[in-house]
């Protein structure tokens, strides 16, 4: 499945059973640029797309989605399989919801992609939740992630024994540079702080590549058990 012209929807039902000629395990990013649960996508279409995900346990796939309530509408009608691992994206606070109908879902395992990460999620509750993917915006006009944006989900997944992973700071890195700028915990940039702006950090866009990947000089890669909900 593919956003096609003017970002239409397409489907490529002859591409389904590629994964059946694989041979070696794969971890498979399933419409990596689309989402599967998109209102024009039909429903057999995705009953299909599961029926191949379940007859290659040879493969793990992770399913993401921005239309959490249709995953959660149909999840009943779907199979679940160890192999299979449902995520929502939860780019701020206003989005936490999504996470609500990702607990109704019987994968053996439920995760939030953070990614670009926009805002604190301070209300994010990871109940039931297995892994946590966290990221910064890339690309022509990206916004800077506070870093407490990140080591609030960093802590929030310690205290809930929840697997944290840190994709990637984005364009923007923690800088302490004449160039750098300051960043508020809202996400604005300052060109002058005062007393009056709480919590402003240094930042500097350098790029994808320069930024890494460190939070407070750890890597975080930490990845979920399997089958926790089987």
Same mark, same amino acid.
């Given at each position: ?46 009953? !299909? ?11 793990? $796939? ?17 199979? *679940? ?13 206003? $989005? ?36 946590? /993917? ?34 990637? *700071?984005?364009?923007?890195?923690? !800088? ?38 460190? /939070?407070?000089?750890?890597? *975080? ?10």
């Amino acid at each position: 499945m593919t956003s096609g012209p003017g970002f239409g929807v397409t489907v490529h039902p002859n591409e389904l059973n590629l994964p059946r000629s694989w041979k070696a395990p794969r971890t498979i990013f399933v419409n990596s640029m689309s989402d599967l649960f998109h209102p024009d996508v039909p429903d057999h279409f995705i009953e !299909d797309v599961f029926r191949v995900m379940t007859e290659t346990p040879l493969h793990t $796939y992770q399913v993401l989605t921005k239309r959490a309530q249709r995953l959660s509408k149909l999840a009943p009608r779907l199979p *679940w399989p160890e192999n299979v691992w449902m995520g929502v994206s939860v780019e701020s606070d206003r $989005y936490s919801f999504r996470v609500d109908h990702l607990r109704k879902v019987p994968a053996a395992v439920r995760f939030i992609s953070a990614e670009p990460l926009l805002g604190s999620l301070s209300s994010l509750d990871l109940r039931d939740i297995n892994w946590l /993917i966290a990221g910064g915006e890339s690309g022509h006009g990206a916004r800077p992630m506070h870093p407490d944006w990140v080591r609030e989900l960093r802590d929030k997944c310690a205290n809930n024994d929840v697997a944290f992973f840190f994709k990637q *700071w984005g364009a923007w890195a923690p !800088d302490q540079s004449d160039h750098a700028v300051r960043v508020t915990i809202h996400g604005q940039v300052v060109k002058e702080p005062s007393a009056e702006i709480e919590l402003t950090a240094s930042m500097l866009k350098v790029g994808k590549g320069a930024a890494g990947r460190q /939070i407070d000089r750890r890597t *975080w890669i930490q990845m979920p058990t399997r089958g926790v909900h089987a």
